[in-house]
């Protein structure tokens, strides 16, 4: 039996700035406050997915969400005409225009936790969208990625939705940021990784949560996840984050670690009591060695990994090679760029690393793991998706003139009172929903 792992990017929204409503991502307050380019983030989103589509990848799209969300400032006590509502909100409560303006639903790494059928119960994918609880622009995503979804993925025979979490903090769910699937085989069973911040419940672990930054991820929401899909507790393993490295910046796990199939790379200081972590991975994968790169503080320091997003890179497998994809700031960083250069010349799994520039991502916060999820899917459950939201060459062409035609080039947080700004990101999501032949998805439509 065939089996893929498919990564479906977001794809970056029209209205993308720089409002740093992200407390603890370094990048994201760092740059806050400065113009943004729309249009160039939206094409480098686009050619790093291109560039996975030309390794012979699956390569997927999950459209923008509709920003801004009137339907949120509705509910916190604004009315009358759109365009009242925003000169409203512009006037007495900009901090709410902006988290309703942001495009952070790019970032598709959090937009669920996604289980193959190979490892669940029923031998059905489950999906559950994140309740991203931990921030207001965030928590505000999570019906219309369900919405998404289901178009996607559509076949009941196939695939099982289940609702968010409920949206509080004991239950903050963060997505696949903090959730990596090992295995031997794509079409192998898998061990489920989960990794958290800190205890939602239990007070006796007080002591271990960060002090500075605020852990997003709870355990419990974690186990709920893993309850949902209907996993094997065997193969299933928690492990917290170190509380030392979210004070640092390390928001997600997939800013200190990333992993695929058999192969782990991390850094020395991701988890709490890590070497007992691996043995736990060690133990559920069974008769599979698990390959650890570890990389020690020495070789590249938690501060140049947050800065670089060294371990925020995608590890991908093309034709049984592993290729680690990789921002340009990586290149930049010499320290890191050093340890690369070393990397793919010693004995470990990584055969390749290839760089993407995807800047104006990165500048608010996101490197090239944040902006995809991934999808392992057998050959019958992909022959069902709708074909609308994968990539080829020619969709990859008519998106290209789409964003050259309706995405601005400069965007700042005054902008967002800009009453043309709401009727040109409906004019560009109308041209959208049109070029995929989609049903109307977006609430102005209806």
Known sequence: MKVYEANFDGLVGPTHNYAGLSYGNIASNKNQHLYSNPKQAALQGLEKMRTLHQLGLIQ??????????????????????????????????????????SASSVWSANAATVSPSLDTADGKVHFTPANLASYFHRSIEQQATARILKKIFHDERYFTHHPSLPCSPQLGDEGAANYTRFCSDYGQQGVAFFVFGKYGFNKSHQSKQPQIFPARQTFEASQAVARQHQLNNDYVVYAQQNPAVINQGVFHNDVISVGNKSTL????????????????????????????????????????????YLFNSQLVTVNDRQVLIVPSECSKNKKVAYYLENLVELDNPIDEVKVVDIRQSMRNGGGPACLRLRVVLTIDQLKTL???????????????RWIKTYYRDKLCERDLADPLLLQESRDALDALTSLLKLDSIYSFQQ
């Open 386 to 400: 709708n074909n609308s939201f994968l990539l080829s060459n020619g969709l990859y062409q008519k998106l290209t």
């Open 60 to 101: 997927g799209i999950l459209p923008p969400q509709e920003r801004p969300a009137l339907n949120a400032l509705r509910q916190v006590g604004f009315s009358g005409s759109d365009q009242k509502i925003l000169n409203q909100a512009a006037k007495q409560a900009p901090e709410l225009l902006a988290a309703c303006y």
């Open 265 to 308: 790379f991390c850094h020395e200081h991701a988890f709490l009591n890590q070497k007992d972590i691996y043995k736990q991975l060690q133990k559920a994968m069974d008769n599979t060695f698990l390959s650890i790169i570890e990389v020690t503080e020495r070789d590249v320091s938690v501060t140049d990994a947050i800065n670089s």
